[in-house]
């Protein structure tokens, strides 16, 4: 039975060391592009051009080592010796790799009378890092930079920080508006008894499988008479109505779990329902409503199609203005790897600060006893 219990505990063992290292090797290659792309934003234009982001990373190396000069009396068409090692002048400047490992490379034509020395050694930090690629983003100012050539271009920057700004200014209330009205909503279907509230419901759920893509150009129409297109007033209600359904129906499976004691000792104390909804149900639904931001957040922010229809370029958010860059910068992809992870700031932290209602959120109503 030991043997039994011994060979069984190996096995499970063996199994768990699999998987484990299976699930790490798909984590660290999904994730070695973006560390790529995140040093790409942090090094200078003549590197990116020159040499791989993996370059910043310890490797083994070839590096300058000093040059020789060969002295005047030394007739450099025949063969010319270096350190005991004797080569004609079209050897010497393809490059001799020397007993010591060292490489020897002849400078120019025969008048310079230089050769580089080039050694191979450990490089431990590679990296020439600056924050030059963010300073041209943000700024929107000029900037300069060498292409590979060695060629001086200079540019008009992106000025990403209105777009963020603009983001920020489009995010925020369509995260927050649809929150408070999906809440009110679902406490109403999922508490109050009033006439139509299962058709209602229904139809709220049904709006679920609805594309948003056939709205478009109907709500364009009508911005376009109320004079509502390119303001921020047409993006808070755009998302909010495109928001509602789900947040009606995440928030409902929520609420309606909540112990019905607690309403009805709130309805014999003489509370009405909006002191019921604000004093008990909003503060015990705060998991399913960050959920729902988070959702919401990361929708809107990530929300170009939207954005470019009824905001278009007057105000342009950052999915917007990356997308600009790709046509105005497109081969100065280093500015836009930088503008990428700018992009990617506010989402991460609103992610991280809200994560631990996530899962609960997503299990709202899922178990039910």
């Given amino acids: 039975m030991a043997a039994r219990t011994a060979s069984k505990s190996g096995q499970q063992r063996t199994s768990n060391i699999i998987v484990n290292g299976v699930l790490i090797l798909i984590c660290l290659l999904w994730t070695i592009p973006t560390i790529g792309v995140l040093v790409t934003s942090f090094r200078d234009s003549r590197d990116i051009f020159t040499t791989g982001w993996w370059t910043v990373l310890p490797h083994r190396g070839v590096v300058d080592a000093g040059e020789i000069k060969i002295a005047p009396d030394v007739d450099v068409n025949g063969p010319i010796t270096i350190d005991g090692v004797t080569h004609t002048f ?129 709500i364009l129409q009508d911005y376009t008479v109320l004079g509502l297109n390119g303001t921020y007033m047409a993006m808070w209600l755009a998302h909010t109505g495109f928001g509602l359904p789900l947040a009606i129906y995440l928030l409902f499976n929520y609420i309606s779990t909540i112990p019905r004691d607690i309403l009805e000792s709130a309805f014999i104390d003489g509370a009405s329902n909006f002191t019921i909804f604000t004093q008990l149900i909003f503060p015990l639904s705060v998991p399913a409503l960050a959920s729902f931001a988070i959702f919401q957040f990361l929708w809107v922010w990530n929300d170009y199609l939207v954005a470019l229809v009824f905001l278009g370029d007057k105000n342009r958010v950052v999915t917007v203005a990356l997308a600009a860059m790709v046509g105005e910068k497109g081969a100065d992809w280093h500015l836009l790897t930088s503008g990428a992870f700018i992009s990617m700031v506010l989402p991460l932290v609103i992610f991280f600060a809200l994560q631990r209602y996530f899962v609960r959120g997503l299990m709202a109503g899922s178990v039910k006893g």
């Fill in 90 to 218: 079209a050897e010497w400047r393809q490059g001799v790799t020397m007993p010591d490992k060292r490489i020897i490379t002849w400078y120019g034509n025969k008048r310079t009378r230089t050769l580089h020395v080039q050694e191979s050694k450990w490089i431990w930090f590679g990296a020439n890092l600056t924050l030059d690629n963010y300073k041209n983003v943000i700024t929107g100012q000029d900037i300069s930079y060498k292409d590979a050539e060695g060629n001086t271009i200079i540019r008009k920057g992106s000025n990403f920080s209105a777009a963020f700004l603009n983001s920020i200014a489009v995010t925020v209330p369509s995260t927050i508006i649809p929150i408070l009205i999906a809440a009110f909503a679902a406490y109403g279907f999922a508490w109050i008894n009033f006439p139509g509230r299962k058709f209602f419901f229904t139809l709220v759920v049904a709006l679920l499988v609805v594309p948003l893509q056939l709205a478009l150009v109907p």
